[in-house]
């Protein structure tokens, strides 16, 4: 089959979850999925209420196994146009497949995009982390260092305070404003200042930061807020474009309540439009976009169904 109700695109969390709805609902769907998840450098997913610490790659196998098991279908795949045919989308995948679908449900996610310093990607995920409400428990009282990047940053710091006495800010290229360094001194957070080199990695483990001069401050666990941009250049050719997020985090697809982009057709759910989401709140946010597109469907076809009613009605009455 080539042709379904809606194509989903992205098969983490949120676009699974969109597509159980809509396949419960008795929808033909189709999840196209890249397999490059997120979080999968992860140990576990947290934050999920009866799944907390599940691997991320077994919480999606689990996924897309209750999707096929209401007749919905899942296809290896890495999108690379898509276009109006119609009244439908024609999604276009970089090996030359093309399926058609009513309406689309982006879930896509989003690219972290590190600091290009040494020891950095190859600890993300494990003793290099971003958010502590996913991997904040795991390194509780740990020495924790956090890389000052963005506009965040400090708020990340006092987040990670709740977690251990021993946290400890590097200024690197966004040193704190003066009321950030008094609260962060009123909380007993140092601040080291100067720009950072790298990371310190000893037996496949952080065990310091190494400043610009050569000084290494010892740590092990380091928080990085990292750029986050959606991942959606495929829609470039529908208008959709990732935009600047209000907080500066990063560029997402902005999007109503409900998931509903400004081309009609298009829904978005998860970090591809809230940058912050963590798996539950992107699964909650596919759910409710698939039921969405499941009423906008139903709504299309009663505009038709009364259309041809009429066409009838008023055949009958002329014969």
């Known amino acids: 089959m080539t042709e379904y109700d809606v194509v989903v695109i992205g098969g983490g969390a949120a676009g699974l979850n969109g597509a159980l709805m809509l396949a419960r ?16 450098p992860a140990a576990g997913v947290h934050g999920l209420l009866g799944r907390e610490g599940t691997p991320p790659a077994e ?53 972290d995009e590190l600091p290009d310093l040494p020891g950095l990607r190859e600890r993300w995920g494990k003793d290099v982390v971003h958010c502590p409400y996913c991997h904040g428990w ?98 470039a ?6 935009v600047a997020h209000p907080s500066g985090i990063g560029e997402h697809l902005p999007a109503d309540q409900a998931g509903r982009t400004d081309v009609p057709g298009v829904w978005v759910a998860g970090n591809v439009t809230d940058l912050a989401a963590q798996v539950g709140t992107s699964a909650a946010a596919g759910a409710g976009a698939g039921a969405q597109i499941n009423a906008d469907l139903i709504a299309e076809e009663t505009r038709l169904a009364v259309a041809a009613h009429r066409e009838r009605c008023t055949a009958s009455l002329a014969g």
């Open 237 to 242: 050719g529908l208008g959709l474009t990732p």
């Open 138 to 235: 795991e390194v509780r009282d740990q020495a924790i260092g956090v890389l000052a990047t963005g506009p965040m940053s400090m708020h990340q710091a006092q987040l990670f305070r709740q977690l251990s006495a021993d946290v400890t800010v590097f200024s690197h290229t966004l040193p704190p404003s003066a009321e950030q360094a008094e609260e962060l001194a009123a909380r007993g957070i140092r601040v080291v200042p100067g720009e950072v080199a790298g990371l310190e990695i000893t037996d496949d483990r952080i065990t310091g930061v190494r400043m610009a001069d050569g000084t290494v401050v010892a740590r092990t666990a380091v928080a990085v807020a990292t750029r986050m941009v959606a991942r959606a250049g495929f829609l």
């Open 25 to 40: 609902s008795r929808r033909s769907v189709v999840v196209v999925d890249a397999g490059q998840p997120r979080n999968a």
């Open 59 to 111: 919480l999606l196998a689990l996924g897309r196994e209750e999707v096929v098991g209401y007749g919905g279908e899942i296809t290896p795949g890495e999108v690379a146009d898509v276009t109006r045919d119609g009244d439908r989308f024609a999604v276009t995948l970089t090996d030359g497949r093309t399926i058609i679908g009513r309406r689309l449900l982006v879930a896509t996610g989003l690219v």
